[in-house]
């Protein structure tokens, strides 16, 4: 058996390897992965604003949308896992879901609506994980007229 | 010179044609349009969930995302039309972009996040529209589950 901050590296990995693959299209390397309450990748994705010249699709917005139309009581016991802490559009999106327990890999670059989802009961984690951070450090620097955009700066 | 009330009437307007445009794909019908400060359409969208099988194109997304691809400052001073009172995912996308002026049909159907909005400086304004109140409950009353769906439950 694993233990949850082992299934916490795990994910959060998935996540890290959807970043990268934005990274390689070019994108924004955010990335993210929605478990379900039992463990099952129910969809990953992530940031396509420059791929797709998408204003909402960040990191976690790509995974839910990856993941389809599903009842209200898929998300029920999920997990959020995303490279990054989420903006108050991911924050919300979560809370629309009922989606209660958040995991991102930094908040050094970005703190989202982390106190919000606090605020409502959500379980909010940060596994500081600095392959994560210089990542998105990396781009910022090649990029940064990208990432102001994709904060609404 | 038209009143901002005349400005607010107009574009909730637009937001229920294309809630009608919805309701006439088989969709559920919520409109929304984006108005720039200086009073320009910037994007206008529907719920799409129906339409595209998507778990994140209510209205309001919609509308964002067909506005596309925009620096930070085009949002600035921009309202949200509504139909309806925007839910916590279209709320936040609101907060990312700081869209702080968001005006909606009605909330007799849904509450969304109307406070958060608020405690974040944003001005809402609710019109009190019957034919958007109307329009909904016709919906929910043919597709009950299809409306559950969408908020989550």
Redesign the interface.
Known sequence: MSTQAEIDQKFLQLALEQAKKGYSENGIPIGAVLVSADGKVLGAGHNQ?LQK????LHGE?DA??K??????SA?KGATMYSTLSP???????C????INRVVFGENKTFVG?ED?LRSKGAEVINLENEECYDLMQKFIAERPQDW??D???
């Open positions: 604003r010249g998408s204003a909402i917005m839910l949308e993941a389809g139309r599903l009842p209200g998300y903006c108050n559009m991911c924050t919300g999106a809370l629309l879901y009922g609506g919000l102001n955009e904060i609404g700066v």
